[in-house]
């Protein structure tokens, strides 16, 4: 399988290599590629500037297509763990997905609760369920079917959607080189004093695909309670994938001379976050003080 | 080594098994156990309640000491990794305390640190520097120094009182079965939608003396976001150490429906947190977005 | 206008009456309360329970109709500020809904604006604009007009009926006596000490409709950082409305000797909510430091 | 009276000029500020670049002196309330103190408790009770003192030497002009959503002497959350007082189309903060959901 895609390369295919290469996005839909080759009219003069953009670009044809070809669309997609994963016959990108899933090793019973979950959705709703399922669980998987079949169908059609558009934005991750203009920051507020966090420690890691952490940073704040790096990932290294922080909040505490008990409420704070738009900002601050925090995604 | 004395057993001893089985909770220092005897009288009709009450009683006897006595009783502690250690001239209770920070095994070259940041701060303030180490880093130990190097004669003096009862109540702690009054529970809210989170899957653990992470619970919330089981721990379970949580925040969104990322931003989120006294109720929510949390210690 | 109805003269009502009283709560649809009537068989053995549990089944009967009696229910709907209002032939419902929102009174220009929203919305979409105005502001319904304008026509089918059955919600709470079952309660948690805020002053305020608030209680926390009078509000005192507490953290945190600007920057906080059921339990509590604070519903 | 000095021109005053101007900050004790000058050798050359700068000269002085000097120093207050307050013989600076805070309008039985209180307190402690009142109201100086009561002499000692601090900070304050690098910015996040709140509106008021608020700024975010303006209050504008800001949260989530209930639970969300250090940036953001958030003093 050879290396993603440039934007830049894309920017500069003609109408059939551009389907060809991104129109799978959309599971048996290259009218989506097609149509949104015409829009964009990419070259190198007018490139693509980011997979966000293109995503952005290709979804809106999707949203303005007549019901009738949401269903389809929606209808062109196989059951999850259904007949078609068994005789083998799904599509590469489905494929890849629904095994990373681990669909493609359920016991019997699990086979049957699954098969059992479609016929309901489907004799239901009058379309299969759909669920972006790449980074999902057996169990996640399980309980949001159990949760969408007590949605009205127009619920449901609408989340079908919105599911394809976010299957379609993790198929181009895998087909496309992200712009370079993702970064991750870090800032770390003591609430109990009311000003930045001076030199606490916090260890970045990155879990691997089989679930290893590995470390790839380690930082100290400076008096803005900032890392002095500033970012902490930036270019390639900022990429798609689950990370952790690690903050010394009870190391800093100590320092401070605040009243800490003998085995301190906060000692080392651990904070797993995901990443999933590698063109984007990810800001991910830490407000604490001995006793509590809290932590969002900021930018 | 005997197991823990009991409340009930200390209350009906005469004042020199008092003094002997508490007295050392203040190093070197009998006294603060013998006017604890006259005060608290007490008796099998006049029992100790608790710890707590017992170290409250004894600590208020050292706040009310004059000055001198309390000088004589910082000075009755021995330097961290000093030569009475290297002279293994240590009381039992100091001895325990410096080895489990990792004082008892240090290099050349930390060893140096020590004793040069001892004698920077006796010179400085005419005491030794004192510090509740038993869960404390060598790395914490060496940035309290360095902080506590920049305060005034005053702040410090007052610093190593609090330090002193702090060690006083850990000393307690191993000597003494706690009341069984101590317990911990959980809570769990959707502030995306302002409602309890319910059915979302939760696990505590407990980390042992060696570090390693044992599963003591497996719990799910119930309609109004808290363990159904009511407390997670209760009597002897509940007892001081390093606990953590770990919520199955993206199960519980996905299930809801919430507009979640591919790769979303919260999946597992762990929550590390010590409890020191044991005869408290311990109340540890999480108050959770699919974009961010914030935690603390309640009651 | 008489007093509002209670549930249990609801419950003993023939099927006409029981229209006649409820079947309003969906705009000119009087076969939602037909139905509902036939399928809770209210009596006097067997009663409503709750606003809450009529308006769910309710709900659930407009869910289930099939999608052309959702269109015929959207369109029963008046415009806003359309030319029904202007030729007064609203029902007795909406008449009241749009006046509280100020849309009785529109400039030429807002209402050139509203009819030239409508038209757009009805041209895109083929069915009416359809928000719950009663505690709207005009600001607010013209950023909804525009924001929603930009969703897909299923995205706004779903949003409608979600926004018809806020407006049936609305109704039936200025027709029916709720059931006794809400109540406010409020916890103050010290997040830089870790425990309760002990002593806090704390005043709760109600806002007229003519926006004026009115002192209804005064409060002091206890030593768990609760109410002393555990409920700040119950029975017919907890109604439907705007309130606000007023905590004074600055005096709290003088006492509590922390280290304070000369400007603290906390001294009174206020914090403004609403309440929508007044069936149910409302939790509003603040987690502060002298540098900041939190709240949320809680329960 | 004359506008305050400008750090310029104190930097070039002789040393008795110097003492003239700012050695008042600390109570009958000129040596505070003839030996800062000493130490500082303020010149056209060498200026004073902040009034934080020279604070923290001035205490450090203070800090360093031997405790007779700071026993001195402490004896040097009058009595909060007290004889010297009823004979009018306080120095300007505590005449204008204790004014500000109604402490020279007491009735009768306010006065006996003061009184009570100041002799319960110098006869523990054998020195006079001293609390930064400028900002504090009769309640909070009346907490305070029952709180501080309970501490030991040291503390106390210590806890008075830091109010003189504070005093002294905010005597600077009325003389001198402040470095022109103080600014006020804002963020506003929505943490349902884990993306910035893009306009919003905000209104920025000043709380006025006579506890009026003014409007001084009417904002609206930007895609990033934050003000167009970048900065809300910058240079001369930016002093020392109260203010608050009103986000209008409700209109924000209306537009998001964010499922909000008929009565929304947040609509306005007010945030009353004081800015002490006028040389400082203060950043106060409000991190939001339709159902809670929070606030800081971030930087």
Partial sequence: MPGPLSLA????TNDSDFVAAVGGAYEKSPWVGEVTFKKLKPSASNPIASIAVLHAAM????????VDKKLDLINSHPDLAGKA???DSLTEESKEEQSKAGLNSL?????????KMNDAYKSKFGFVFILAVRNATKTTI????EARLKNTRMQEFEQCIA?????????LLTILEPADTGFLTCHVLDTASGKPADDMEIVLERLSGEGQLGV???FVTNSDGRLTSGRALTGKDFSVGVYKWTFEVGDYFAKEGAKLAGTPFL??????FGIDNPEDHYHVPLLCSPYGYSTYRGS
């Fill in 9 to 12: 390369d894309l920017s500069t």
């Fill in 59 to 66: 979804a809106k044809i999707v949203d303005l297509a007549d």
């Fill in 85 to 87: 994963a068994l005789a």
């Fill in 107 to 115: 016991t019997e019973d699990e086979l049957a609760r699954f098969t």
């Fill in 142 to 145: 399980l309980k949001s079917f």
């Fill in 163 to 171: 599911q394809i558009h976010k299957i379609a934005w993790m198929r």
């Fill in 216 to 218: 790839i940073g380690s």
């Fill in 267 to 272: 000692t080392s704070v651990p904070l797993i």
